[in-house]
Nanobody, 117 residues
Framework: QVQLVESGGGLVQTGGSLRLSCTAS????????MGWYRQAPGKQRELIAT????????YYVDSVKGRFTISRDNAKNTVYLQMNSLKPEDTAVYYC??????????WGQGTQVTVSS
């Protein structure tokens, strides 16, 4: 069974940076478009960035565009999210998963990102 393990979160001040990692078990990782999602307290989980299997096409929600960068290393079955210029509104639990809902995996535990003002 494929598992997702997110890491790299923490507490940072406004304007700081963090790099999140998500490692997935299983040999089909490189074929799937992956996404980073986040869920703030009292809000629904939202998709914020995606990357295709080959890494050639990325999508970002407007609120993170220009500040966050998604990347992947298929040899390591890992997808990354470099987050710069962090704002308090970025505070959330961050998750990764496949983008296509019909083949989405069981959600991992996520990694908490807290940005202090």
């Amino acid at each position: 069974q494929v598992q997702l393990v997110e890491s790299g979160g923490g507490l940072v001040q406004t304007g700081g940076s963090l790099r999140l990692s998500c490692t997935a078990s299983g040999s089909t990782f490189r074929f799937n478009t992956m996404g980073w999602y986040r869920q703030a307290p009292g809000k629904q989980r939202e998709l914020i960035a995606t990357i295709t299997g080959g890494g050639s096409t990325n999508y970002y929600v407007d609120s993170v565009k220009g500040r966050f960068t998604i990347s992947r290393d298929n040899a390591k079955n890992t997808v990354y999210l470099q987050m710069n210029s962090l704002k308090p509104e970025d505070t959330a639990v961050y998750y990764c998963n496949r983008v296509i809902a019909t083949i989405r995996l069981t959600w991992g535990q996520g990694t908490q990102v807290t940005v202090s003002s």
